[in-house]
């Protein structure tokens, strides 16, 4: 069984917000200061979160993110993780995370079960890590992704925003960084998902100018991924590095989307553009059965929009920033 929506997209992957806490203040995506977060109890607990899991496991979800906000912020993320493998072992898991608490945590969380790790670093450079995070532990990350790599993780994704005018002298030290460390490295379209409602198209380095960029270290051969994989993904035809590109603005994936998101304080989202959400908190505090909830999952699923309008006139920026929502 699975969920379709009225476009014929088959849904069988769960994005889940653990927290919309981060100890970063990326530029694009939360506001410097005066954030609000929600109270705890606003918060799914993790019995409510395994509960949606075994529901969407039940409906033929098979592929699950944990992110955030900094899912790592949220205490003892490993007995999560565990309880999510003992619905299905063979669970795709992958964890988004900004790293900073790798270091203690990648072992716990690799003894969980947990083998995929996509840990966000937009720049090698010290003081551009700075000024887009606006917080100064490049070298903690730095170590993270060691600890990651010491645990057993593999493969490691790092994901790189790219920024018009901000971030093109990365692409080649991204390219000749992974070609040394073997690390997929894949570089996300600025989005608009700012607090500031700052964003244009004029500040999107886009797909074609990423792997321009990327093509100064050699030459690149398609890889062929999951149609449903955000990433266009490549490697160097001398066998080192992998890149990849994630084009939501300049080349949208919404006709193979296959995912909904579940916000931290329980609402569902069927793209990451909504302007519309389903709490269904509400369900599961308010003694619905389980295939009352299943039911409601499948009816969510078919108020899908066939595709995010970004560029268009018709577009409306979600209230909710990045963080907020669930990377
Ligand atoms: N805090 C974790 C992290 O940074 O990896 C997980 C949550 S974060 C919201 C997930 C991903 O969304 C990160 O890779 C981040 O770079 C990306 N992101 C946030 N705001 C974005 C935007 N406006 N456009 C494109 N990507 C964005
Ligand atoms: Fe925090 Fe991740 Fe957003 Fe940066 S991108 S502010 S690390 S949630």
Same mark, same amino acid.
């Given at each position: 069984m699975s969920l379709m929506d009225n476009y014929g997209r088959a849904h069988d992957d769960l994005r889940i917000s653990v927290?919309? !806490?981060?100890?970063? !203040?990326c530029f694009y995506c939360m506001p410097e200061e005066g954030m609000t977060f929600l109270p705890h109890d606003e918060i799914l607990t993790y019995e409510e979160i395994v509960r949606v899991v075994r529901l969407t496991t039940e409906l033929g979800f098979t592929s699950y993110h944990l992110t955030g906000?900094?899912?790592?912020? !949220? !205490?003892?993320l490993d007995e999560l993780v565990r309880q999510m493998f003992e619905i299905n072992p063979k669970m795709d898991l992958a964890l988004t995370t900004n790293g900073v608490y790798l270091p203690e945590m990648a072992k716990r969380l690799y003894g969980a079960g947990l083998r995929r790790v996509n840990i966000s670093l937009d720049s090698l450079d010290e003081n551009k890590f700075l000024l887009m995070t606006r917080r100064n532990v490049f070298k903690q990350v730095m170590a993270g992704i060691e600890a990651a790599a010491e645990a057993g993780f593999s493969p490691i994704k790092i994901n790189a925003v790219a920024l018009k005018n901000l971030t093109e002298e990365e692409l080649p030290r991204f390219a000749r960084w992974s070609r040394e460390t073997g690390y997929a490295v894949r570089f996300i379209e600025y989005m608009p998902l700012d607090a500031d409602q700052s964003w244009q198209r004029e500040k999107v380095l886009t797909a074609e100018e990423i792997l321009e960029g990327l093509s100064s270290e050699g030459e690149l051969e398609l890889v062929n991924g999951h149609p449903s994989d955000p990433a266009t993904r490549y490697r160097y035809k001398d066998g080192k590095g992998e890149v990849g590109v994630i084009a939501s603005v300049t080349r949208p994936f919404c006709e193979t989307c296959n995912r909904i998101r579940l916000t931290a304080e329980g609402e569902i989202r069927t793209c990451l553009f909504s302007t519309v959400e389903h709490n269904i908190k509400t369900l599961l505090r308010g003694g619905a059965t389980d295939e009352a909830i299943k039911k409601w999952l499948a009816d969510v699923v078919r108020t899908k929009t066939p595709g995010h309008l970004i560029g268009q006139k018709e577009f409306v920026q979600p209230d909710r920033t990045m963080s907020a929502i669930g990377g």
């Open positions: 927290t919309d !806490r981060c100890n970063f !203040r906000g900094e899912p790592l912020l !949220r !205490r003892d």
